[in-house]
């Protein structure tokens, strides 16, 4: 299965900045999931990003407070702008197994907290 | 939508006991269902995958089955140890798309 490198690991914010989470794939990959977990809460899907065109966003989720960038097949960003104490949480990438019967991977996961 | 339950939110054994972790999901159009182990403020760790076309996957002391007919699957763990204690977590994928449902998941604890 994909190894996926997730950076950072953790990070404390001011509220009103913005952070850069980045995923790197040891694979080509068609798409990359960026995934978000409230305290307490299990995973909610943020958005779908494919190389070569727009991300996806689910319901509730917007591209001006979540941008993504995918500039090639095995690299994604997601950024949390204008963060406030309501967006700490654990951001969270993850990828297909190819193929796919093989599942889905996950990276190790970004532990914001916003201040 | 598919809905997916975890039954119970946390379970806490003395070492050596047997745990069993239930979920259940709404929509039986399944393509798979993956068990994944998460530790405190960390990722997920996939555990076992199940086909729809399949019945039970086993690795090491783990077992998972799945009744795709009745939305339910179980994860069993044989022998607890205290390394067992995380949070697991139940998806589904469906047959028709691409996006896993999550459960809330089981938090275990498991006492030495």
């Known amino acids: 299965s994909a190894v996926i490198s997730q950076k950072p690991s953790r990070d404390i914010c001011q509220r009103g900045t913005s952070l850069t989470i980045q995923c790197q794939v040891d694979?080509?990959?068609?798409?990359m999931f960026w995934y978000r977990q409230q305290p307490g809460q299990s995973l909610t899907l943020i958005a779908t990003?494919?190389?070569?065109?727009?991300?996806?966003?689910e319901s509730g989720f917007v591209i001006d407070k979540f941008p993504i960038s995918r500039p090639n097949l095995t690299f994604s960003t997601l950024t949390v702008s204008n963060m406030s104490p309501e967006d700490s949480s654990i951001y969270l990438c993850?990828?297909?197994?190819?193929?796919?019967?093989?599942?889905?991977?996950f990276g190790s996961g970004t532990r914001l907290t916003v201040v | 939508k598919q809905e997916v339950t975890q039954i119970p939110a946390a379970l806490s054994v003395p070492e050596g006991e047997n745990l069993v972790l239930n979920c259940s999901f709404t929509?039986?159009?399944?393509?798979?269902l993956q068990w994944f182990r998460q530790d405190p403020g960390k990722g997920l760790t996939s555990l076992l995958l199940?086909?729809?076309?399949?019945r039970e996957q086993t690795s090491g002391r783990l077992n998972a089955s799945l009744d795709k007919s009745s939305g339910r699957s179980t994860l069993y763990i044989a022998a607890s140890q205290p390394g067992d204690s995380a949070t697991y977590l139940c998806?589904?994928?469906?047959?028709?798309?691409?996006?896993?449902?999550f459960g809330a998941g089981t938090t275990v604890t498991v006492r030495a």
């Open positions: 998806a589904v994928r469906g047959s028709n798309d691409y996006k896993l449902s």
């Open positions: 990003a494919n190389q070569g065109s727009e991300a996806t966003y």
């Open positions: 199940i086909q729809s076309s399949q």
């Open positions: 694979s080509q990959v068609t798409m």
């Open positions: 929509d039986s159009a399944i393509y798979n």
């Open positions: 993850s990828v297909e197994g190819r193929p796919m019967d093989y599942g889905y991977t």
